[in-house]
């Protein structure tokens, strides 16, 4: 093997140099060539080191002038992160030392490329021909950069490969070191961006930070690069900045756990800057999703004040006439909503702000609901989110937004009604603060949500009269004649003397005699409202009698009771 490995290597390197440009099929002919040479002197152990020795190291040299390409799936399938089947013995043992041998020529030609930027003077005839202005006389010229940034991406896409593979674990500490040995040596250089950004992605999914791995010197090492990371990134370009936001998210959570106030730091960077680069946002919230899941909301909630304030500018933009852009946008703001869900109201209070106090209407919860998992049963507690949607749906002022908050509201009252037969008292005091929402929202100037309210305060309306009230005891009446009294919205006054006739009505029709209860409380709210010196509630009480005149006239006990 050894006489001819000159022979044997040469057409391989071939090969891998042509490989992106070959028919798909001759791409799989290619890598089975390969294979069978590895596979027919895996015997001769020394031919067989130096055979795949060569094969690694001088086909990472030809793919250094590829970003990527094709290179990537050919090198993935010789160290086997694709298998079709179960590889023999053989072929197992190939897979493995065909990887092992690629990091090593990775990190070997890492080590030997100078990255330091050389300045070459530019003659006159250069400078004319590139159109530069008379007073440009360098330009940077370092091709061991471009190989350098090539050979990085490449690594970066092999290691997301292998997620799930075991055999990275023993190079993750190496392949960082070299790292950080040449930002040491170099200065910044977005080019290691990725690969500690696929680093950083596979300690995270096999949890190489913990444990024993958890101290030493990469550690400290790493702490003060994603330190100074952090420090220059106002001072970096709009791409360096996204591009090093990116990286520092992706950091493992033992080390954003440790480095909070940093974490903080960077997601206030990220998200400041994140309206032009959605991307970055969706990375923010996959990395505060990943502590929260992973138990460390504790260390979030002290920083949650300066943190979701941050997404309240991507709930308020508008969408995009873009449509690409507009459904980036709006899976965006789902994944917002979805994680402030996830932390609990408690927390959510910093997105509303603090020119809206937290309204407390009782002691104890108003509107709760449980749910039933099999043996666990869990209570919810509803009421800072029906405070919140009853501001919503008279602030939001696009109008599908609006919509849809009422349509919540909707369904929030209809739990309020459910609740009053269980809970009286509590749904009581709720019904002080919903129905006048209500009046407002059956009189609004949306058909939609008109129709949708107008209906539903017509049922409470037949709902309530069917029930038995002490005098002067009945909220919704109370507030009908309340909205009569409203001087500057005729809608609400009009909307109100429907709902008085609608409450006259129905209360006669619940009732055995027209003498009922139901319907004395609304004569005592007129003769007290109509004998009051406020010129507002003597208008209430004229209107609400116009209203159910027609009605009031048929009874006779009623004209008897009150007129004769």
């Known amino acids: 093997g050894i006489s001819y490995r000159g022979y044997l290597i040469s057409p391989i390197i071939a090969l891998i140099d042509a490989y992106p440009g070959l028919h798909t099929k001759t791409q799989e002919y290619a890598y089975r060539s390969i294979l069978s040479l590895l596979a027919a002197v895996h015997s001769d152990q020394a031919a067989y080191v130096n055979i795949t020795n060569d094969i690694c190291y001088q086909g990472l040299l030809r793919c250094a002038s590829n970003r990527e390409g094709e290179h990537g799936t050919l090198w993935s399938r010789l160290v086997n992160n694709y298998p079709s089947s179960a590889p023999t013995p053989v072929k197992r043992d190939i897979h493995t030392s065909v990887f092992n041998t ?3 020529s990775f990190l070997k030609i890492f080590e030997k490329l100078s990255l330091v930027d050389v300045e070459v003077e ?5 400078t004319n021909r590139t159109g530069d202005e008379a007073t440009t006389e360098r330009s940077v010229v370092n091709s061991d950069k471009v190989v350098f940034g090539n050979l990085a991406s490449l690594l970066s896409h092999l290691i997301i490969s292998v997620l799930d593979d075991h055999r990275f674990e023993k190079w993750i500490g190496r392949v960082m070191t070299v790292m950080l040995d040449k930002i040491e040596a170099n200065g910044k250089l977005t080019e290691v961006y990725g690969i500690f950004k696929s680093c950083f992605v596979y300690a995270q999914h096999s949890e ?9 010197p990469l550690i400290a090492r ?16 709009e791409e360096d900045r996204v591009s090093g936001a990116s990286l520092l998210l992706d950091l493992p959570t033992a080390l954003l756990r440790d480095h909070v106030t940093l974490f903080v730091g960077v997601l206030k960077e990220a998200l400041s800057s994140g309206l032009g680069t959605l991307g970055i946002v969706h990375e923010a919230l996959e990395a505060l999703k990943r502590m929260v899941r992973e138990g460390h909301i504790g260390v979030l909630q002290p920083h949650f004040k300066d943190i979701l304030p941050l997404f309240i500018p991507y709930l308020n933009t508008p969408n995009s006439s873009d449509k690409s852009a507009a459904e980036e946008l709006y899976k965006v703001q789902q ?10 109201g408690a927390n959510n209070k910093y997105l509303i702000g603090a020119e809206h106090p937290q309204i407390v209407w009782s002691r104890d919860p108003l509107l709760t609901t449980t749910l039933n998992f099999g043996s666990d049963v869990i209570t919810l507690h509803l009421d800072e989110i029906l405070r919140h949607v009853m501001e919503l749906t008279e602030t939001v ?18 739990m309020c009604i459910a609740n009053d ?14 129905i006048p929402v209500l009046f407002r929202l059956g009189s609004d100037g949306s058909t939609a949500i ?7 305060t017509f049922q409470l309306i037949h709902w309530q009269t069917g029930k038995k009230h002490e005098e002067d005891s009945c909220p919704i009446l109370s507030h009908i004649m309340i909205g009569l009294e409203e001087a500057n919205n005729a809608d609400l006054r009009a909307f109100c003397g429907q709902c008085v006739k609608e409450y006259f009505e129905w209360s006669i029709r619940h009732s055995t005699s027209a003498t009922a209860p139901s319907v004395r409380i609304v004569f005592c709210k007129l003769i007290y409202n109509g004998g009051h010196p406020s010129f507002a509630k003597q208008l209430s009480a004229s209107l609400a009698f116009n209203t159910f005149y027609r009605i009031f006239r048929e009874e006779d006990d009623l004209i008897s009771d009150y007129i004769l």
């Not at 037969?421 to 919903?434: A, D, G, S």
């Open 102 to 104: 690629l990091l090593s």
């Open 122 to 126: 530019l003659d006159e005839e250069d």
């Open 208 to 216: 190489y930070f913990t444990g024993e791995n958890a101290k030493g």
């Open 222 to 237: 790493l702490e003060s690069f994603v330190r100074a990371t952090s420090e220059t990134l106002e001072q970096k370009s």
């Open 335 to 344: 994944e917002i909503v979805l994680f402030c869900g996830s932390i609990g």
């Open 397 to 414: 002022a696009l109008p599908q937004q609006r919509g849809t908050v009422a349509e919540l509201l909707h369904s929030l009252f209809i």
């Open 421 to 434: 037969q269980t809970y009286p008292q509590q749904t009581q005091i709720l019904y002080e603060k919903v």
């Open 450 to 456: 008109r129709d949708l309210f107008r209906d539903l």
